[in-house]
């Protein structure tokens, strides 16, 4: 092994007995993070963690789809060498899942034996946010065998959550103002993770009401500044025993409780607002980052991300 130091560089190669050259890793050189996001203007939320989450150098794209993302990522994975490609990695977001999920599948396809970088899909926050209230869930109680109703469900936070929900054994209903819409959603979560939803229609206050009255678990993953239950609608209701919102916007989308509610007892209800279980998506968002930047070969889409998510909330 040689070691060289060059203009701030650290430099190691190795070599095998016979001479011929193994391997070449540049220990200082730049974490590079490509942010690839579906919607015209990158979020500047997901721009923010991930520097936090130890990035040297974030490179920013809007717009990106099928057609215009494979030279973007071809010029990432095949720039550096075998061991220094884990310092470059792609973070797919946006509003849209279904488009980051699309991106998401078609650059996996694209990558070749050693060509690849690791790559994380976390389209407007959908699966971090999810797995950090489904997991702050799970450390309370077993969730198999709970009915779990995700009320305004469609958007890419409750469609991961319902997922993760489901994965735990739970008996999950997501909610729509069209039923329609409801049932697309459920229909391609069960394609993509083999998952039982079912769809149900509320829009209104009294079919939101009427959503879950059977339920154990209520989490609220309405539109920012959408309350969908009133204080009435759940506080006398004898099945909940788990609650959270993750509109972080007043009107919160549950009356009656407090954005920083963290593990509180309301009604004998424990309860989550946006902010009390926040610290832990944060945290997450970030520590996804920085594993993105252990190895080349990471793919972080629901059911890594919610893997993670358990071991941090247990440590926690
Ligand atoms: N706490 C955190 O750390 C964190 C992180 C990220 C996001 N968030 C928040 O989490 C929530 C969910 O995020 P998201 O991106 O999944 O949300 P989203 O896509 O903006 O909205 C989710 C669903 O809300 C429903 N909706 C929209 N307007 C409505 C209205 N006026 N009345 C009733 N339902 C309505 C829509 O469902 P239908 O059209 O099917 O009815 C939509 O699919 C948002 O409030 C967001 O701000 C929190």
């Not at 890419?156 to 039923?179: D, K, N, W």
């Not at 459920?186 to 059977?214: K, M, P, S």
């Not at 099945?239 to 004998?268: C, F």
């Not at 945290?283 to 991300?305: E, G, S, V």
Request: proline residues 3%.
């Amino acid at each position: 092994m040689m070691q060289s130091i060059n203009r701030g560089s650290v430099i190691i190669i190795c070599y095998l007995d016979n001479g011929c050259l193994l391997n070449v890793e540049d220990l200082s050189m730049k974490k590079l993070l490509f942010q690839f996001d579906t919607d015209i203007h990158p979020s500047s939320f997901d721009t923010v963690v991930a520097y936090d989450g130890g990035a040297d150098h974030v490179v920013r794209y809007g717009g990106l789809n099928p057609t215009n993302v494979l030279n973007l990522v071809e010029g990432a994975i095949f720039t550096r060498g075998p061991k220094d490609k884990k310092n470059t990695a792609i973070f797919i977001g946006g509003s849209n899942m279904l488009a980051g999920e699309n991106i998401f599948d078609l650059i996996q396809s694209y990558f070749f034996s050693g060509f690849r970088v690791s790559l994380m899909l976390d389209s407007n926050g959908g699966n971090t946010t999810a797995a950090a209230v489904v997991a702050c869930f799970a450390n309370q109680l077993p969730l198999a065998g709970k009915k779990a109703v995700v009320l305004a469900g469609t958007g890419p936070v409750g469609q991961r959550a319902a997922v993760m929900l489901a994965q735990e054994g739970a008996e999950v209903s997501i909610t729509s103002r069209s039923l329609k819409n409801a049932q697309l959603t459920c229909e391609h979560l069960q394609q993509r993770f083999n998952v039982q939803l079912t769809a149900i229609e509320a829009a209104d206050y009294v079919a939101r009401g009427a959503a879950i009255a059977q339920a154990q678990i209520v989490l609220t993953t309405g539109a920012a500044g959408v309350e969908l239950l009133k204080p009435e609608q759940w506080q006398n209701n004898p099945n909940i025993l788990l609650m959270a919102d993750a509109n972080a916007v007043s009107p919160l989308g549950i009356g009656g409780i407090e954005l920083t509610d963290k593990a509180m007892n309301r009604h004998q209800k424990i309860i989550w607002g946006a902010l009390g279980f926040g610290y832990l998506k944060l945290a997450l968002h970030r520590a996804c980052i920085t594993q993105l930047f252990t190895d080349n070969q990471h793919l972080l889409d629901a059911n890594a991300i919610f893997a993670l998510a358990k071991q941090m909330q247990i440590k926690s």
